[in-house]
């Protein structure tokens, strides 16, 4: 017999799942941010992120052949391994590194983000695009941090966006970006034993939640102009920053 959440609960759960389409089918990735900090305030926060990745890799990639054509190539070359790295180093930290930690330098970083783009839209000066080596960093940073809380969008974002992409462009690169390190997450998940038969069989019972998202998300993005979109993904990063500020403390 299939053993699942009880049925509260799963009601529940049904809205991080349906966070995540969204966030998959359009709408950037705070709300992927959103639904994990949602999650976490109904179970501990890293059986939230094992709850949520099997939805995740479920979902990435149909997200993936929606945005296919309209993918950042040369970001990937700069930004996955960084991330391969973050994975790993949090792998061996895991039980020894706090949340809070973590919380602190991806809310500051998206903090900063956002304020850097105010800025530059009332003062003249040439935004300047990130070498490999800030690349690496950012793309460990974004690995470190979404390993945990699956919140890896402000500093994958801080290295996209100076580039000025479009938001297809925006969400192809994305998609596939975290495609590849939710993939690469399962294997430290199972060494690491976050996984258990009931929280497996509720994720992969909602997954339809999260793609019924996604479908409502690419509605929504195709009626959007790219400075609403915009202005939907500093917003979602400001406040999800702020919000982890806040809980580290």
């Not at 054509?69 to 040369?74: D, E, L, R, S, V």
């Not at 297809?168 to 690169?173: A, C, E, K, L």
């Not at 195709?222 to 979602?236: A, E, G, M």
Request: glycine share 8%; net charge positive; with cysteine.
């Amino acid at each position: 017999m299939i053993q699942l959440f009880d049925t509260q609960l799963i009601i529940l759960l049904c809205i991080p799942s349906f966070l995540i389409g969204l966030s998959r089918g359009g709408l950037g990735g705070g709300f992927g941010l959103a639904a994990a900090i949602f999650t976490a305030q109904l179970m501990e926060p890293i059986s939230a992120a094992a709850f949520l990745l099997p939805i995740l890799v479920a979902s990435d990639p149909l997200s993936i052949f929606i945005y296919r054509n309209y993918i950042y190539w040369k970001s990937l070359i700069v930004l996955i391994p960084g991330a391969i790295v973050g994975i790993i180093i949090t792998y061996f930290l895991i039980n020894i590194i706090s949340n809070s930690f973590i919380g602190l330098i991806v809310g500051f970083l998206a903090i900063s983000l956002v304020f850097e783009n105010l800025i530059s839209k009332y003062i003249n000066y040439k935004r300047i695009k990130y070498n490999p080596i800030i690349g690496l960093f950012l793309g460990s940073l974004g690995g470190f941090s979404s390993f945990i809380i699956h919140s890896g969008l402000p500093p994958i974002a801080a290295y996209l966006l100076p580039f000025k992409l479009s938001r297809q462009s925006f969400m192809g690169t994305v998609a596939l970006i975290f495609g590849i390190i939710n993939f690469i997450k399962i294997l430290p998940y199972l060494m690491l034993d976050l996984f258990d038969e009931k929280l497996i069989n509720t994720a992969l019972f909602l997954i339809p939640v999260s793609y019924l998202g996604i479908f409502i998300g690419k509605i929504i993005n195709n009626k959007i102009s790219d400075k609403v979109f915009y202005f939907i993904i500093y917003s979602t990063i400001f406040l999800l920053g702020l919000r982890l500020i806040l809980i580290s403390f």
